[in-house]
């Protein structure tokens, strides 16, 4: 695996053209400067990692075509389009959210770069429909860093991608070991990418001058870093198996609800009677509901620590309930009916209505905990298979996570499929897994055969 510069071959290579900032600003053009030298070739050795001492990083503070005002207004959003459209090559996007501060995963911030368009930072909550920008792209790459964690909000807006490249996956199929925006742009690019706003509340308006300044600068290099990185994969021979990987991410459905989420509630496992469960149940649904009423993040709202604490006390009385933390604070005493109602609800349920202690088993086979005692055989074939996918993994540059999920090995360990590759297609796996992986399976079932 070599850190190779970019080829002149135009799938690949970084353009030289100057750039716009796309903005009710208006354009600020610059050309862009010389790739700085990234670190030596690394080999293709299993271990591979950075050089114990790798060269000094030029540090970038902002991006070389400027920063653009952000676009709030329908006539702002078509002149943006307008200027996408008439870019070249794939668009890098990016979202912000306000986590923890606001309920859901809204985006709040959208960044795009396009070569020959710029920049352009558009406002989610004043125009919450971007779909006429994804038909303006129809046949265009887009370029996201960890797609899966903005696919979901950036298509509540309109935004879907026609295909997909996903820097980060990139590096993780490339044996990457650090994986985050700032350490792939570092081990590309040879460039240093402050990342100091990451957590901020993106929700407030106006934002400040230097957020807009590094959520510029999360799309201004993402270009340059895919083309990097498609040298890599091609240099790998993975990027077939890479196009892959990014086409399902794209397929992936929406993730199930949840059953019973409120069994995720933070220190649950202190409570070992239903009815403390109900008053978790039942201040965790007081509580979601209040949280969007309000759009705050839960945890804002109430902390999980006061619900289980609420649960473990049991209290009898408001007054009872006042002296347990968090509730006899100044915000919860004012909220403290509202908390007081949901616990008087759960404390009077019927014992038949008590949720269980644990909750429903997930589908699938049983934990493997108990393997070896139940199910030798079953046991047996999981280690030898954890064996082998282990040093393909070594051998691939590959995290055995990408290779196949957990979920998938124990499921067509613990079935015994006679036909091992038709039980991982079943269990969605691609193409190129099926075709490395499917022998490792076949001869775990050989060497320990049996249900």
Known sequence: MANARPTTNPDVACSSTGSTAVGDA???????????????????????????????????????????????????LERVIRQLADGVGPVAVDAERASGFRYGQRAQLVQLFRREAGIALIDPVALPDLSALTRALPDTEWVLHAASQDLECIRQVGLDPPALFDTELASRLLGYKLVSLATVVARTLGLGLAKEHSAQDWSIRPLPDEWLNYAALDVALLIDVRDALVVELTQANKLDLARAEFQAVLDAP????????????????????????????????????????????????????????????????????????????????????????????????????????HGPRPPGPPGTRGWAKHYPQAAKRLAQVKAELGQISADQQIPVQHLVTAALVRQVVFSASANAA????????????????APVFTKALETYPGK
């Open 26 to 76: 208006g354009a600020a053009t610059a050309g862009h400067s010389a790739e700085p030298s990234r670190p030596a070739s690394l080999g293709t050795e299993p271990e591979a990692v950075l050089p114990d001492t790798p060269p000094p990083l030029t540090p970038i503070t902002a991006p070389p075509t400027g920063v653009p005002a952000i676009t709030t207004t329908p006539e702002q």
């Open 422 to 437: 038709e039980a991982l297609k079943a269990g969605g796996a691609r193409d190129w897994q099926v075709a490395l992986l």
């Open 254 to 357: 929406p993730p199930l609800p949840r059953v019973d989420p409120w069994r995720r509630t933070s220190g649950t496992h202190k409570i070992r009677d239903r009815r403390g469960m109900a008053v978790v149940r039942s201040l965790w649904q007081a509580r979601d509901a209040l949280a969007q009423k309000l759009d705050q993040s839960p945890s804002r709202v109430l902390p999980d620590t006061g619900i289980v604490a609420a649960a473990l006390h049991l209290p009898s009385t408001p007054d009872q309930l006042g002296k347990i933390h968090p509730f006899g604070g100044r915000v919860q005493k004012r909220r403290r009916a509202y908390w007081w109602d949901a616990i008087d609800q759960a404390q009077r349920l019927p014992v038949q209505d008590l949720p269980d202690l």
